[in-house]
């Protein structure tokens, strides 16, 4: 995009960083936190269109789960077992990371539970693929517990599920809060700029330019940390991040009746009860796969009433429930559904951090401190590295 003569409000106002971040969600945040963490004197921007959240951060259903978009046994399959594992430690790095940098002894200030998650199967085949898993990650040592079900039934309160596992380790959070947690830990070198949008990048002598609706950012290297928006600022992403809306809805609170959090139909379908009693149910894009593609974050009529038939077909305590807010968010589907580390091809200027393929907060973190690898000129793994699409 460019920015007209009429339309630019910048004034000649210039600020002049080491690094520019492009988005203020969980990971152009957590890039700037390992970015200052590496060198407290580096001078950093985070520049965001709206406010800081306002992406796929802050409309997500807060599951911090490990792993990746799919059961572990077809993540060995495509993988195999050696990269498969390298992937699920990968993600329970991620969230050993959040707690001991971010969340520390101060888990109810976010939110923040670590009782696991559940994958359920409404077929026998789903369920034999699940306990296939089972026993592929027992194997490697990975905390799984199976349950049948009249344990679905009795701990997670939900109907017309025929077996499913648990993994032990996961987590769940308010991802508001946990940003916020976040962006305190940011200090004086990190300047914020919510409000404004980045129009264009031109290259300087000595590095990048970039423009936006109110201030001009001259900065040595660029990051985008625009996840399910990144086609929108570079062709490069045009083949490999593909903007995939998901949408949810929410329900008042009811009395605690659920152990954990819950994903259902192939990671497809999800839903969990707040800690403070709301339900939020998620998933059914593949019932409108062409218009859950793009940017548009409304919600559509047969998605809503597919997420409302679920609560009615399967989760019996919030049949009665208010439906108090339903939204969508635009998330960043990758290729091969593993994030996206490194730099633009022929210009190492530019580098980027995405591609979570609707699980950043599992991810983010993690992949955020290797983009400061990559920053730095270090090795990073090959399977979360661009230049594997080389
Ligand atoms: C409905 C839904 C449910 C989800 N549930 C989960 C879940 O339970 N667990 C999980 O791990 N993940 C979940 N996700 C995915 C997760 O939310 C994302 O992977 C994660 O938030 C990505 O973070 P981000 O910072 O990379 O991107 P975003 O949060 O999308 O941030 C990108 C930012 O870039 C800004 N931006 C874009 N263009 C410009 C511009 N030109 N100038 C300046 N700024 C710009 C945007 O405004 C935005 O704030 C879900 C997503 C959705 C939509």
Redesign the pocket.
């Known amino acids: 995009?460019s920015v007209s003569y009429w339309n630019d409000r910048s004034n000649g106002r210039e600020l002049n960083v080491d690094i520019a971040i492009?988005?203020?969600?969980?990971?152009?945040?957590?890039c700037a936190y390992w970015l200052q963490k590496e060198d407290p004197h580096l001078r950093i921007a985070i520049?965001?269109?709206?406010e800081?959240?306002?992406?796929?951060?802050?409309?997500?259903?807060?599951?911090?789960?490990c792993g990746s978009v799919e059961h572990f046994n077809r993540l060995v399959g495509k993988h195999g077992q050696e990269e498969a594992l390298e992937i699920w430690r990968f993600s329970e790095r991620n969230l050993e990371l959040l707690k001991e940098e971010i969340i520390q002894d101060n888990a109810s200030d976010f939110l923040f539970e670590n009782k696991g998650s559940f994958s359920l199967a409404s077929t026998d085949n789903e369920f034999a693929e699940l306990k296939e898993s089972a026993n592929l990650m027992r194997s490697m040592k990975i905390n799984v517990e199976e349950l049948v079900e009249a344990d679905i039934k009795k701990r997670l309160g939900a109907e017309g599920f025929v077996g499913g596992i648990k993994y032990v380790e996961d987590a769940?959070v308010h991802?508001i809060l946990l940003l916020n947690g976040i962006r305190k830990k940011l200090g004086e070198n990190v300047f914020m700029l919510e409000q404004?949008?980045?129009?264009q990048i031109e290259a300087t002598s000595d590095g990048k330019k970039v423009l936006?609706n109110k201030t001009t950012v001259n900065a040595s290297m660029v990051v985008y940390?625009?996840?399910?928006?990144s086609a929108?600022?570079n062709e490069y992403f045009s083949t490999k991040v593909f903007p995939t809306?998901?949408?949810?809805l929410a329900t008042e609170p009811v009395p605690k009746f659920m152990e954990g959090?819950c994903y259902a139909n192939f990671v497809l379908d999800?839903f969990r009860q707040l800690p403070t009693g709301e339900m939020i149910i998620?998933g059914f894009r593949q019932l409108q796969k062409d218009t859950e593609k793009g940017y548009s974050d409304e919600t559509s009529d047969v998605i809503q009433k597919a997420l409302n038939e679920f609560l009615l077909q399967h989760i019996p305590a919030v049949r009665q429930a208010k439906i108090t807010h339903r939204?969508?968010?635009?998330?960043?589907f990758s290729v091969d559904g593993q994030p996206l580390v490194g730099a633009i091809p022929q210009d190492e200027q530019l580098l980027f951090?995405?591609g979570?393929?609707?699980?950043?907060?599992?991810?983010?973190f993690h992949s955020a401190k290797v983009l400061t690898d990559c920053v730095f000129g270090r090795t990073i793994p090959k399977f979360i590295s661009a230049k594997r699409f080389i």
Do not use: D
């Open positions: 995009m492009i988005g203020g969600g969980i990971t152009g945040l957590s520049i965001e269109k709206y800081f959240g306002s992406g796929a951060t802050g409309r997500n259903a807060g599951f911090i789960t769940s991802p404004h949008e980045v129009h936006t940390a625009t996840n399910g928006y929108l600022m809306r998901g949408q949810i959090p999800y998620g939204w969508s968010g635009i998330m960043g951090c995405c979570y393929t609707g699980h950043g907060l599992g991810l983010a």
